[in-house]
C-alpha cells in the first residue's frame, strides 16, 4: 500500500480497496477523541490552510473541526471575495498557493473551477485536499459516505446502491470510482438532462462494475441497501456563488424520497444524502429508522481527523 505521508488527496479514481480499509481503520482509532468532544495534541505542531472558493457548511467546518480535535492550528478563507483572488486582481491558483503554502502544512480547497485544487497541486509543496471541484469530485464526502455505511451495515461488498439525484453532481462522479473497489451493484436515477458523463460511465465498465440507469425511484426501491439521495434542484456548481432568490422549481416524484416510498424499501436499507438538501428528502423522513444523514455530520470530522493525521504523518 502507498503510503499517506505528505499525499494530495484530489480524487478517488485512484484509490485502492486496501488504502480505504486503512483510513477506516484510522477512523476508528481516532472516533473516540470526537466522540468524547475531547482536543488531543496529536498534530500540535502543524496547521490546516482552508481555501474555499465557494460556500461550504460541512466541509470546511468538519475539516476545521477534525483539526482542532487533533491540537493543529487552522488559519484560511471562507470567501475568495476577501482575498486578492476574488477582488480586482483574480490573483491565479498558481500565485495563491505559492503564498499558502508558507501558511501551513496542509491546504484544504474547495474551487468552483472543475481540476483548481489539482493545478494547485502541482505549485504547492504541502499536500492538498479536494473539499469539492466545480462539477469534479468530492473525496472527502465519500469517504464519509462510505464510512458511514461501513459502519452502519458492517460491510462494503454485496450491496445494493440506488443513487438518485444529478448526475452530474461531484459525489455521484467521485462515487463512480468509489464502487469499483468493492461488491457494489447501483442503480442511478438521473433526470435525462442531468445524466451522469460519459467518462465516469466508462470508468464503471472498465472495472465491470453492475449498474443499471433507471427513470423513477420506485422501480428499484425494494432492492437498495443503500439509498444516496442527492437534489436535482441545484445550484450551479461553476459559480463562485448561486444566489437563492430565483424560482427553484420543485423535484419531481422520480426523484425524491418520502417516507410513503420508503414502505416499499428494506426494512434494513439506509438514507445518505451528502446535503444541504432541497424538497428531495422531505424532513419528515429523518424521523424513520433509515436516516443516516445526520450520523453522517460526525462520520465527517473523524473522517477528515484520519486524513489529516495520515498526510500528515502522525499515523502510518
Ligand atoms: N456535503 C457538502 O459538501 O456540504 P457543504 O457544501 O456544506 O460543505
Known amino acids: 500500500m502507498r503510503s499517506f505521508l505528505g499525499r494530495d488527496i484530489l480524487s478517488l479514481r485512484d484509490m485502492e480497496r486496501a488504502e480505504y480499509f486503512r483510513i477506516f481503520q484510522v477512523c476508528d482509532e ?65 500565485d495563491t498557493v505559492h503564498m499558502l503554502e508558507y501558511y501551513g502544512d496542509v491546504i484544504a480547497m474547495r474551487h468552483f473551477q472543475q481540476g483548481a485544487p489539482a493545478e494547485a497541486a502541482k505549485w504547492s509543496t504541502v499536500p492538498i485536499i479536494n473539499c469539492g471541484d466545480g462539477w469534479g469530485e468530492h473525496p472527502t464526502q465519500v469517504l464519509t459516505d462510505l464510512y458511514t455505511i461501513l459502519k452502519e451495515k458492517g460491510t462494503l461488498d454485496g450491496l445494493n446502491f440506488l443513487c ?12 463512480a470510482h468509489a464502487i469499483t473497489q468493492f461488491d457494489i451493484e447501483a442503480n442511478f436515477v438521473f433526470p435525462p438532462e442531468m445524466a451522469m458523463m460519459q467518462e465516469y460511465v466508462d470508468v464503471m465498465d472498465a472495472h465491470n462494475v453492475k449498474y443499471s440507469f433507471v427513470d423513477h425511484v420506485e422501480k428499484v426501491i425494494a432492492d437498495a441497501d ?29 426523484y425524491k424520497i418520502t417516507k410513503e416510498l420508503m414502505r416499499k424499501a428494506k426494512p434494513d436499507s439506509i438514507i ?45
Open 164 to 175: 438518485v439525484g444529478d448526475g452530474r453532481m461531484r459525489t455521484m462522479h467521485t462515487i
Open 272 to 316: 445518505l444524502h451528502s446535503l444541504p438538501r432541497q424538497d428531495e428528502l422531505p424532513p419528515d423522513v429523518d424521523s424513520t429508522r433509515h436516516a443516516r444523514y445526520w450520523i453522517e455530520a460526525f462520520n465527517g470530522v473523524v473522517m477528515r481527523m484520519a486524513l489529516l493525521a495520515l498526510i500528515l504523518g502522525k499515523m502510518e
Open 226 to 254: 443503500v439509498i444516496y439521495i442527492e437534489p436535482v434542484v441545484q445550484a450551479d456548481y461553476t459559480k463562485s456563488r448561486d444566489e437563492g432568490d430565483v424560482e427553484k422549481g420543485l423535484t419531481p416524484p422520480n
Open 30 to 94: 481516532l472516533a473516540p477523541i470526537a466522540r468524547d468532544r475531547r482536543n488531543t495534541d496529536l498534530l500540535k505542531e502543524k496547521t490546516l490552510v482552508t481555501a474555499f472558493y465557494q460556500p461550504s457548511t460541512r466541509t470546511r467546518l468538519a475539516t476545521e473541526a477534525a483539526m482542532h480535535r487533533l491540537g493543529g492550528a487552522v488559519t484560511g478563507f471562507a470567501d475568495a471575495k476577501m482575498t486578492r483572488a476574488g477582488d480586482f486582481y483574480q490573483e491565479s491558483i498558481k
